[in-house]
Protein backbone atom coordinates (compact mmCIF):
# COMPACT_ATOMS: atom_id res chain seq x y z
CA UNK A 1 0.00 0.00 0.00
CA UNK A 2 1.61 3.43 -1.02
CA UNK A 3 1.97 6.02 1.24
CA UNK A 4 0.20 9.30 0.65
CA UNK A 5 3.15 12.06 0.12
CA UNK A 6 2.92 14.71 2.79
CA UNK A 7 1.42 17.87 2.26
CA UNK A 8 3.88 20.87 1.45
CA UNK A 9 3.23 24.36 2.16
CA UNK A 10 4.62 27.46 0.20
CA UNK A 11 5.86 30.42 2.37
CA UNK A 12 2.52 32.66 1.23
CA UNK A 13 0.38 29.70 2.44
CA UNK A 14 2.04 29.91 5.91
CA UNK A 15 2.08 33.50 5.55
CA UNK A 16 -1.16 33.86 5.14
CA UNK A 17 -2.36 31.26 7.46
CA UNK A 18 -0.15 33.82 10.16
CA UNK A 19 -1.78 36.64 9.25
CA UNK A 20 -5.47 35.19 9.77
CA UNK A 21 -4.88 33.98 13.08
CA UNK A 22 -3.05 37.39 14.28
CA UNK A 23 -6.54 39.37 13.24
CA UNK A 24 -8.37 36.35 14.89
CA UNK A 25 -6.10 37.23 18.11
CA UNK A 26 -6.72 40.86 17.40
CA UNK A 27 -10.39 40.47 17.51
CA UNK A 28 -10.02 38.48 20.56
CA UNK A 29 -8.06 40.28 22.55
CA UNK A 30 -9.82 43.99 21.53
CA UNK A 31 -13.07 42.50 22.86
CA UNK A 32 -11.42 40.74 26.23
CA UNK A 33 -10.08 44.76 26.60
CA UNK A 34 -12.80 47.07 25.54
CA UNK A 35 -15.26 46.39 28.43
CA UNK A 36 -12.53 47.47 30.69
CA UNK A 37 -11.29 50.46 29.19
CA UNK A 38 -15.38 51.57 28.85
CA UNK A 39 -15.37 50.81 32.58
CA UNK A 40 -12.31 53.22 33.06
CA UNK A 41 -13.70 55.76 31.05
CA UNK A 42 -17.00 56.30 32.93
CA UNK A 43 -15.27 56.00 35.78
CA UNK A 44 -13.87 59.56 35.07
CA UNK A 45 -16.98 60.73 33.38
CA UNK A 46 -18.89 63.15 35.05
CA UNK A 47 -22.73 62.56 35.44
CA UNK A 48 -24.02 64.42 32.69
CA UNK A 49 -21.27 62.75 30.39
CA UNK A 50 -22.01 58.86 31.73
CA UNK A 51 -24.70 57.61 28.49
CA UNK A 52 -22.37 59.70 25.73
CA UNK A 53 -20.69 57.13 23.31
CA UNK A 54 -17.10 59.12 23.51
CA UNK A 55 -14.63 57.06 24.94
CA UNK A 56 -11.86 59.81 26.07
CA UNK A 57 -13.89 61.50 28.67
CA UNK A 58 -13.88 66.06 27.56
CA UNK A 59 -13.95 66.61 31.17
CA UNK A 60 -12.08 63.61 33.16
CA UNK A 61 -12.84 64.03 36.69
CA UNK A 62 -11.93 62.47 40.02
CA UNK A 63 -15.38 63.33 41.86
CA UNK A 64 -16.64 59.50 40.98
CA UNK A 65 -13.62 58.11 43.42
CA UNK A 66 -14.07 60.64 45.81
CA UNK A 67 -17.28 60.40 46.73
CA UNK A 68 -17.04 56.38 46.58
CA UNK A 69 -14.16 56.63 48.85
CA UNK A 70 -15.33 59.02 51.34
CA UNK A 71 -19.12 59.17 51.25
CA UNK A 72 -19.76 55.19 51.24
CA UNK A 73 -18.10 52.77 53.44
CA UNK A 74 -16.40 51.21 50.77
CA UNK A 75 -13.07 50.69 52.77
CA UNK A 76 -14.97 48.47 55.40
CA UNK A 77 -15.74 46.93 52.08
CA UNK A 78 -12.31 46.38 51.01
CA UNK A 79 -10.86 45.04 54.50
CA UNK A 80 -13.91 42.46 54.65
CA UNK A 81 -12.70 41.09 51.07
CA UNK A 82 -8.92 40.95 51.81
CA UNK A 83 -9.41 39.79 55.24
CA UNK A 84 -11.43 37.09 53.99
CA UNK A 85 -9.47 36.15 50.94
CA UNK A 86 -6.21 36.27 52.88
CA UNK A 87 -7.58 33.42 55.77
CA UNK A 88 -9.34 31.47 52.99
CA UNK A 89 -5.92 31.54 50.77
CA UNK A 90 -3.63 30.52 53.73
CA UNK A 91 -6.11 28.01 55.10
CA UNK A 92 -6.72 26.29 51.78
CA UNK A 93 -3.17 25.96 51.32
CA UNK A 94 -2.32 24.43 54.36
CA UNK A 95 -5.02 21.78 54.29
CA UNK A 96 -4.41 21.04 50.70
CA UNK A 97 -0.69 20.70 50.89
CA UNK A 98 -0.94 17.85 53.22
CA UNK A 99 -3.99 16.24 51.34
CA UNK A 100 -2.39 16.61 47.94
CA UNK A 101 0.57 14.73 49.24
CA UNK A 102 -0.98 12.07 51.10
CA UNK A 103 -3.30 11.44 47.94
CA UNK A 104 0.33 11.54 46.28
CA UNK A 105 2.65 9.88 48.05
CA UNK A 106 0.92 8.02 50.44
CA UNK A 107 -0.45 4.26 50.13
CA UNK A 108 -3.78 3.44 51.76
CA UNK A 109 -6.99 1.10 51.04
CA UNK A 110 -9.05 3.92 48.86
CA UNK A 111 -6.97 6.08 47.83
CA UNK A 112 -7.91 6.10 44.26
CA UNK A 113 -11.39 6.59 45.39
CA UNK A 114 -10.91 9.41 47.46
CA UNK A 115 -9.39 11.38 45.05
CA UNK A 116 -11.97 10.90 42.64
CA UNK A 117 -14.49 11.42 44.58
CA UNK A 118 -12.77 14.90 45.87
CA UNK A 119 -12.54 15.61 41.83
CA UNK A 120 -15.63 14.79 40.87
CA UNK A 121 -16.93 17.62 43.19
CA UNK A 122 -14.68 20.13 40.47
CA UNK A 123 -17.64 19.19 38.23
CA UNK A 124 -20.25 20.40 40.22
CA UNK A 125 -21.18 24.12 40.54
CA UNK A 126 -21.55 26.82 43.37
CA UNK A 127 -25.30 27.12 42.43
CA UNK A 128 -25.91 23.33 42.44
CA UNK A 129 -25.53 23.25 45.91
CA UNK A 130 -25.77 26.31 47.18
CA UNK A 131 -29.24 25.44 48.90
CA UNK A 132 -28.23 22.76 50.96
CA UNK A 133 -24.67 24.46 51.71
CA UNK A 134 -26.82 27.46 52.93
CA UNK A 135 -29.08 25.02 55.42
CA UNK A 136 -26.28 23.61 56.37
CA UNK A 137 -24.19 26.84 57.11
CA UNK A 138 -27.63 28.04 59.09
CA UNK A 139 -27.93 24.53 61.10
CA UNK A 140 -24.17 25.34 62.11
CA UNK A 141 -25.55 28.84 63.39
CA UNK A 142 -22.89 30.58 61.20
CA UNK A 143 -24.81 33.14 59.13
CA UNK A 144 -23.82 36.55 59.31
CA UNK A 145 -20.74 35.16 60.53
CA UNK A 146 -17.04 35.55 59.25
CA UNK A 147 -16.77 32.08 59.75
CA UNK A 148 -19.74 31.00 57.18
CA UNK A 149 -17.93 33.34 54.69
CA UNK A 150 -14.63 31.90 55.21
CA UNK A 151 -15.12 27.90 55.90
CA UNK A 152 -17.32 26.54 53.09
CA UNK A 153 -14.79 28.22 50.60
CA UNK A 154 -11.71 26.69 51.90
CA UNK A 155 -11.86 23.45 50.34
CA UNK A 156 -11.31 23.51 46.19
CA UNK A 157 -10.50 20.51 44.66
CA UNK A 158 -8.83 22.13 41.87
CA UNK A 159 -6.21 22.93 44.14
CA UNK A 160 -5.93 19.84 45.38
CA UNK A 161 -5.43 17.80 42.21
CA UNK A 162 -2.70 20.36 40.84
CA UNK A 163 -0.73 19.65 43.92
CA UNK A 164 -1.39 16.04 43.67
CA UNK A 165 -0.20 16.31 39.83
CA UNK A 166 3.09 18.52 41.19
CA UNK A 167 3.66 15.76 43.97
CA UNK A 168 3.79 13.14 41.26
CA UNK A 169 6.32 14.88 39.35
CA UNK A 170 8.63 15.27 42.06
CA UNK A 171 11.59 12.24 42.15
CA UNK A 172 11.16 9.90 45.29
CA UNK A 173 15.03 9.21 45.58
CA UNK A 174 14.18 12.90 47.73
CA UNK A 175 11.92 11.28 49.92
CA UNK A 176 13.79 7.90 50.48
CA UNK A 177 16.92 9.79 51.00
CA UNK A 178 15.04 11.11 54.17
CA UNK A 179 13.73 8.25 54.92
CA UNK A 180 17.22 6.45 55.16
CA UNK A 181 17.98 9.74 57.07
CA UNK A 182 15.57 8.66 59.81
CA UNK A 183 13.11 11.26 58.45
CA UNK A 184 9.04 10.49 59.45
CA UNK A 185 6.18 11.44 56.90
CA UNK A 186 5.88 15.17 58.82
CA UNK A 187 9.46 15.42 58.51
CA UNK A 188 9.76 14.61 54.87
CA UNK A 189 6.65 16.76 54.24
CA UNK A 190 8.10 19.80 55.99
CA UNK A 191 11.29 19.48 55.21
CA UNK A 192 11.46 18.47 51.73
CA UNK A 193 7.87 18.80 50.33
CA UNK A 194 6.87 21.94 51.08
CA UNK A 195 10.29 23.62 50.34
CA UNK A 196 10.37 22.16 46.40
CA UNK A 197 6.72 23.67 46.54
CA UNK A 198 7.11 27.09 46.53
CA UNK A 199 5.85 27.66 42.69
CA UNK A 200 3.33 25.72 42.93
CA UNK A 201 2.04 27.48 46.23
CA UNK A 202 2.69 30.76 45.00
CA UNK A 203 0.78 30.17 41.99
CA UNK A 204 -2.32 28.42 43.65
CA UNK A 205 -1.99 31.66 46.40
CA UNK A 206 -2.65 34.48 43.70
CA UNK A 207 -5.28 31.54 41.92
CA UNK A 208 -6.97 31.22 45.87
CA UNK A 209 -6.73 34.95 46.35
CA UNK A 210 -8.07 36.10 43.60
CA UNK A 211 -11.66 33.70 42.96
CA UNK A 212 -11.95 35.03 46.87
CA UNK A 213 -11.61 38.68 45.90
CA UNK A 214 -14.18 38.58 42.85
CA UNK A 215 -16.35 35.77 44.88
CA UNK A 216 -20.32 37.09 44.72
CA UNK A 217 -22.85 34.27 45.09
CA UNK A 218 -21.90 32.86 48.05
CA UNK A 219 -21.36 35.85 50.38
CA UNK A 220 -24.72 37.25 48.69
CA UNK A 221 -26.05 34.66 50.49
CA UNK A 222 -24.60 33.78 53.45
CA UNK A 223 -24.07 37.43 54.69
CA UNK A 224 -26.83 39.96 54.62
CA UNK A 225 -25.45 42.07 57.38
CA UNK A 226 -23.63 45.35 55.78
CA UNK A 227 -20.99 45.31 57.59
CA UNK A 228 -19.91 42.17 56.58
CA UNK A 229 -20.03 42.89 52.66
CA UNK A 230 -17.68 41.81 50.01
CA UNK A 231 -16.80 44.41 47.51
CA UNK A 232 -18.65 42.57 44.68
CA UNK A 233 -21.82 42.10 46.96
CA UNK A 234 -21.34 45.74 47.76
CA UNK A 235 -20.89 47.26 44.53
CA UNK A 236 -24.23 44.81 43.35
CA UNK A 237 -26.46 46.81 46.30
CA UNK A 238 -24.45 49.95 45.47
CA UNK A 239 -25.67 49.61 41.53
CA UNK A 240 -29.30 49.35 43.34
CA UNK A 241 -29.28 52.17 45.54
CA UNK A 242 -28.14 54.42 43.20
CA UNK A 243 -29.37 52.87 39.82
CA UNK A 244 -28.66 56.39 37.30
CA UNK A 245 -25.54 56.96 38.93
CA UNK A 246 -23.21 54.66 36.47
CA UNK A 247 -20.06 56.68 37.25
CA UNK A 248 -20.25 56.16 40.36
CA UNK A 249 -20.59 52.13 39.89
CA UNK A 250 -17.88 52.00 37.66
CA UNK A 251 -15.20 54.02 39.96
CA UNK A 252 -16.02 51.34 42.73
CA UNK A 253 -15.18 49.03 39.84
CA UNK A 254 -12.67 50.13 39.15
CA UNK A 255 -11.18 50.57 42.32
CA UNK A 256 -11.85 46.95 42.89
CA UNK A 257 -10.41 45.76 39.39
CA UNK A 258 -6.81 47.70 39.66
CA UNK A 259 -5.53 46.02 42.57
CA UNK A 260 -6.36 42.52 40.81
CA UNK A 261 -5.24 43.46 37.70
CA UNK A 262 -1.75 44.60 39.14
CA UNK A 263 -1.12 41.36 40.69
CA UNK A 264 -1.95 39.13 37.73
CA UNK A 265 0.77 41.47 35.33
CA UNK A 266 3.23 40.99 38.65
CA UNK A 267 2.67 37.35 39.06
CA UNK A 268 1.55 36.33 35.28
CA UNK A 269 4.17 34.03 34.87
CA UNK A 270 3.34 31.71 37.83
CA UNK A 271 -0.34 31.49 36.93
CA UNK A 272 0.52 29.92 33.51
CA UNK A 273 3.09 27.84 34.78
CA UNK A 274 0.81 26.47 37.25
CA UNK A 275 -1.90 25.87 34.46
CA UNK A 276 1.30 23.93 32.69
CA UNK A 277 1.54 21.89 35.56
CA UNK A 278 -1.44 20.28 36.14
CA UNK A 279 -0.74 18.16 32.32
CA UNK A 280 2.14 16.41 34.58
CA UNK A 281 1.84 13.64 35.23
Known amino acids: MSKRPPILYTARQVS ?62 LLNTFFVSVVVTVIALFFHTM ?11 GRETIFLAMFSTFLVSLPVIIVPLFILVRSMGLLNTYAGLIIPSIFNAFGIFLLRQYYLSLPRELEEAAVIDGAGYWRIYLSVILP ?17 WNAFLWPLTVAADPNLWVVQVAISNFKSQYAASWNYTMAASTIVALPMLTLFLIFQRQIMESIKTSGLK
Open 99 to 109: AGYALARLRFP
Open 196 to 212: LSRPIIAALAILFFLAN
Open 16 to 77: TVRIVWMLVTLVLAVMTIFPLLYMLAIAFKGPTEVFKSNLIPDRPTLDNFIYVLTEVPFWRY
